[in-house]
């Protein structure tokens, strides 16, 4: 069984930063795809970034791209968000995802969900 754990988020003034880490843990050692979504009152669920089994490999959304940055510890499912300049419209509850190869951005394939952190900035 696969249990994910999120951690940080919290309040923050439009323009500043934020960080979001993400540990994915089972009996195994296989190395999981981690990515980051987002859920905003009334909206539906978007992908927001990812990186590859081995962290070689990143993806993000347009809307985040040039100011989040995803990383990962190597060997381990372990992932960091960090967010800068944020903005009001980042407002939203993040969601920690795993799932095997390959990296995709449909949040529908993930098969194994953290529980969710919120992410709030003021303007």
């Known amino acids: 069984q696969v249990q994910v754990v999120e951690s940080g988020g919290g309040l923050v003034q439009a323009g500043g930063s934020l960080g979001l880490s993400c540990t994915a843990s089972d009996s195994t050692t296989v190395s999981f795809v981690m990515a980051w979504f987002r859920q905003a009152p009334g909206k539906e669920r978007e992908f927001v970034a990812a990186?590859?089994?081995?962290?070689?490999?990143?993806y993000y959304a347009d809307s985040v791209k040039g100011r989040f940055t995803i990383s990962r510890v190597n060997s381990k499912n372990t992932d960091y968000l960090r967010m800068n300049s944020l903005k009001p419209e980042d407002t939203a509850v993040y969601y920690c995802?795993?799932?095997?190869?390959?990296?995709?951005?449909?949040?529908?394939?993930?098969?194994?969900w953290g529980q969710g952190t919120q992410v709030t900035v003021s303007a």
């Open positions: 995802a795993a799932k095997l190869n390959p990296v995709l951005t449909t949040d529908r394939v993930y098969a194994h």
């Open positions: 990186t590859s089994w081995n962290g070689g490999s990143t």
